[in-house]
Each structure stands twice: as structure tokens, then as C-alpha cells.
């Protein structure tokens, strides 16, 4: 617990901050994922619009320091991008195809799963990814274990 006045008041206006922040950042979020799924369902009018609306809200929640200056600028870029592919590939191909899932994340860092199957399809060995597989392998070199049993 805060012993000064002044640190007391500190916790007291973090807390409202953080409260007007969490809104602007849902509602940034927001902006961004109608704006995707206008550009995904390839209504152009519409889509350009929302864009240009989730753009303005990442730049004002950018200026006001609710996001950082790169990551608004980033988000922004990879919408704009996405919009400009499906525009370019509206009449070629389907749109659903353009459209690019992200990996799961695990702890904020990206997931390494799968990543061993890729290398052993492709021939060779495969080198452990994981922290757990790495710590198997270890174990398994100074037991002198091949894996297979388990004790």
C-alpha cells in the first residue's frame, strides 16, 4: 500500500487512465476487425470507409499514447496491405484465399509447434523446437536412452 498522499493519488488516476484506456483500445479493435471482415467480404464502398475509420482511430489512440506510435503504425500498415491484395485479386482468385491466419501464441511469443513434423517430412532429422522437446533430448543423451521407454 502507498505511504504518501501523493503516491495514493498516483494509484488513484493510473486506475481511471487505465479504465479510459481499455475503452479506446476495444474500440480500436473494433474498427480494425469491421474494417477486415468489409475488406474480406469484398465490399468496396464500405470496406474503404471502414478503413479509413480504423486508420483514424489507431492514429488518434497512437497520438494520445494508448498505443504505441509503431504499433499503430504497423497495424495500419498490414490493413492497408490486406485491402490492397484483395482490391488487386478481387476478379483473379477468391477472396477467402487471400486472407492469411496468424499461428496460435503461446506466452506473447510465437508457437514452434509443428515445426519439427515440417523438417522430418522434408527429410533429415529434426532438431527439437520446443523447450520441452530440448529438454527430452537432453535427458535422453546423458541417460543414454533412445526415447522410446518411459520411467
Given at each position: ?46 470496406a474503404e ?29 498490414r490493413l ?72
Amino acid at each position: 500500500m502507498a505511504n504518501s498522499s501523493s503516491a495514493r493519488k498516483r494509484i488513484r488516476s493510473a486506475e481511471r487512465k487505465h479504465e479510459q484506456n481499455r475503452g479506446v483500445r476495444s474500440a480500436v479493435r473494433t474498427a480494425v476487425v469491421k474494417a477486415r471482415r468489409a475488406v474480406v467480404a469484398a465490399e468496396p464502398e464500405e470496406a474503404e470507409s471502414l478503413v479509413r475509420l480504423a486508420s483514424s482511430a489507431l492514429d488518434k489512440a497512437a497520438e494520445h499514447g494508448v498505443l504505441h506510435a509503431r504499433n499503430a503504425s504497423r497495424r495500419k500498415s498490414r490493413l492497408m496491405k490486406l485491402a490492397a491484395k484483395v482490391a488487386a485479386a478481387e476478379s483473379a482468385a477468391p477472396v477467402e484465399a487471400t486472407v492469411k491466419k496468424r499461428p496460435a501464441t503461446v506466452r506473447g511469443t510465437k508457437s514452434k509447434l509443428g515445426q519439427t513434423a515440417k523438417k522430418s517430412a522434408a527429410g533429415g532429422k529434426a532438431k527439437p523446437v520446443t523447450k520441452t522437446e530440448r529438454t527430452a533430448a537432453r535427458t535422453r543423451r546423458t541417460a543414454g536412452s533412445s526415447g522410446t521407454e518411459r520411467g
